[in-house]
Nanobody, 128 residues
Framework: QVQLVESGGGLVQAGGSLRLSCASSGRSVSSANMGWFRQAPGNEREFVAA???????YYADSVKGRFTISRDNAKNTLYLQMNSLKPEDTAVYYC??????????????????????WGQGTQVTVSS
């Protein structure tokens, strides 16, 4: 049974930085495709970033150049480094995982019907 636990959210001023962490148990982050999603009040959950088991990275246009997804295989942990934060980045951020894919797919294959594990979410609030 795969469990994902996020941490690192909080309140930050616009232009600031935060790093989110997602500790995985039950599956190695290096053997799966992993990603981050976010959901703001009144909005649908949206894709933010993904990293495949082979190391390919994918980003939403809205965060490209500001956010970086990475992992630490030894710690079995996924990260999301968020820089130059904007008020519109305010949302609950979720970690997600799915079995590895063997061909290039949009968003690293992180679609709703392929994801088999979700974290509980961590709140990120960016003040103006």
């Amino acid at each position: 049974q795969v469990q994902l636990v996020e941490s690192g959210g909080g309140l930050v001023q616009a232009g600031g930085s935060l790093r989110l962490s997602c500790a995985s148990s039950g599956r190695s982050v290096s053997s799966a495709n992993m990603g981050w999603f976010r959901q703001a009040p009144g909005n649908e959950r949206e894709f933010v970033a993904a990293i495949t088991w082979s190391g390919s990275r994918y980003y939403a246009d809205s965060v490209k150049g500001r956010f970086t997804i990475s992992r630490d295989n030894a710690k079995n942990t996924l990260y999301l480094q968020m820089n130059s934060l904007k008020p519109e980045d305010t949302a609950v951020y979720y970690c997600a995982g799915r079995p590895r894919t063997y061909s290039a797919q949009p968003m690293g294959g992180m679609t709703a019907n392929s994801i088999d594990s979700w974290g509980q979410g961590t709140q990120v609030t960016v003040s103006s």
